[in-house]
């Protein structure tokens, strides 16, 4: 409960921080060797903006909204963004999606463009298990898979990420907890005749612990403690659900 309390106190400093572009010195620190752990934390950073519910819209809805994730800190082998003297950084992505009929599934699309780095993506969400009236106290759980495209001036890669989520839909206040796996491959380009095209592709865990506040109908705010691949991390997010 601590964690999620400070989540939300720095929900302010969130938005401001993803603005920044932490890799302007890419191109004078990458080596070979560091491109893998460079990507797992770009990785994780992309993949905890997946969910902030296990309850999936359900047909004819549709849902929009901002999501945004720092992490506290480079990896300790991301030497790209330590050697920069980067801190704290992050991604934000505009996302929107609808509910498809008859296959009960929601498909999401989202993206982002700021300081010549990009992502473009989407994905789908399935219900496993939904509340309802009478059955208000089980948890909504759902599973999604998310596949986005990443570039930058000094690099290019994919992101392929799949999760589980569970939820309580209980008044105002729903808490959800959430586990993801993120594969990210990127590949350097505009570096160096000895290092453009050298790729790297890593595949790591994260973990989500949230709380989604819904103080007026259709709307909602949410924040969360993520572990991104033993990395601390923080979300947050705005939308409307229809």
């Known amino acids: 409960m601590k964690k999620l309390i400070i989540s939300l106190c720095l929900l302010p400093l969130l938005a401001a921080g993803v603005k920044a572009d932490p890799f302007s010195k890419f191109k004078a620190n990458v080596q070979d060797a560091y ?77 982002t463009g700021y300081s010549g780095f990009s992502i473009i993506g989407g994905g789908l969400r399935y219900g496993l298990l939904k509340s309802g009236t009478l059955t208000k106290f089980i948890p909504d759980v759902s599973v999604s898979a998310y596949y986005d495209v990443i570039t930058y001036d000094y690099f290019k890669g994919t992101h392929l990420s799949f999760d589980a989520a569970a939820s309580f839909n209980i008044p105002v206040i729903k808490p959800y907890v959430g586990v993801g796996v993120d594969r990210t491959r990127l590949e350097i380009k505009n570096v160096s005749a000895a290092l453009n095209g050298a790729a790297g592709t890593i595949s790591k865990p994260r973990y989500t612990l949230g709380v989604r506040l819904s103080p007026l109908p259709l709307l909602y705010v949410y924040g969360a403690y993520n572990v991104l691949h033993g990395q601390t991390g923080y979300s947050l997010g705005a939308g409307a659900k229809f």
């Open 35 to 111: 491109l893998k752990p460079f990507a797992a934390d770009l990785g994780g950073l992309i993949g905890a903006n997946d969910f902030n519910s296990g309850r999936a819209i359900g047909f004819p809805g549709f849902e929009a909204g901002l999501a945004a994730t720092l992490q506290a800190k480079p990896g300790v082998e991301n030497r790209i963004l330590r050697d920069a003297g980067v801190d704290t950084f992050g991604a934000a992505l505009v996302h929107a999606g609808a509910a498809l009929p008859l296959i009960g599934a929601d498909v999401m699309l989202r993206g």
